[in-house]
């Protein structure tokens, strides 16, 4: 394709096309999808954004890492920036921020502290800026977010529900927001009433689609 685009792959999982680059972040559960990573952004070492073995179907010995100190231990490749909240950096061409990802819900602290240093990141790749936030709840860092598109987390339990990401949209500064990491926690019927409740409550929301269909075209 000699177009740019975002893609969801699933879950936190998704591929940015720019810069003649495909540039992952949390890729997982591809299923079919084959494409080869030049950069590959991880947010924290859990398995459903940390898969060795989906990383392995897509890396090549060129491929480029940025992650955290937890997950660049456990990434068998020498082709690792390693970052922690607020650095920033350029990689390839593709300009990133690393910003905090934390829980503040007293039920959910032991899931991602913010003492682990744990990460989203902001990606400016194509002349958009594209907010990741990772496994996070709502926190006042998200005040300070300005991009295109902001992935914003909703399923519950170990990150925000439909509520609370409708909340951070309202403190998020983005021109389009859209729900990730939600299906496989609420379900098929959970997450019909989600995507109605985002669509109805949220300025610029827009639907995913998944496996591998560019869906933010730029």
Do not use: Q
């Amino acid at each position: 394709m000699d177009y740019d685009f975002v893609t969801w792959l699933g879950h936190a999982g998704f591929m940015i096309r720019a810069n003649g680059l495909n540039i992952f972040v949390d890729p997982f559960r591809l299923h079919s999808f084959s494409e080869k990573a030049d950069l590959i952004f991880i947010t924290h070492p859990h398995m459903d954004h940390l898969s060795i073995e989906e990383i392995g179907r897509i890396t090549k010995p060129t491929t480029h890492f940025v992650a955290p100190a937890e997950v660049a231990d456990k990434i068998p490749s020498k082709n690792i920036t390693v970052v922690k909240p607020t650095d920033k950096g350029t990689v390839m061409g593709i300009g990133f921020e690393a910003v905090p990802a934390y829980n503040i819900d007293k039920e959910k602290l032991g899931f991602h502290k913010k003492s682990s240093r744990w990460v989203g990141y902001i990606i400016n790749a194509g002349g958009k800026r594209i907010y990741h936030p990772g496994d996070t709840d709502l926190i006042e860092e998200m005040r300070k977010v300005e991009v295109d598109l902001a992935l914003i987390p909703c399923g519950g339990k170990y990150v925000m529900d439909i509520d609370e990401a409708i909340e951070a949209t309202k403190v998020i500064k983005a021109k389009n927001f859209a729900p990730m990491h939600y299906r496989a926690l609420l379900g098929k019927e959970g997450s019909e009433k989600a995507e109605k409740k985002f669509l109805e409550n949220v300025r610029g929301a827009i639907l995913l689609k998944e496996n591998g269909e560019p869906f933010y075209s730029f």
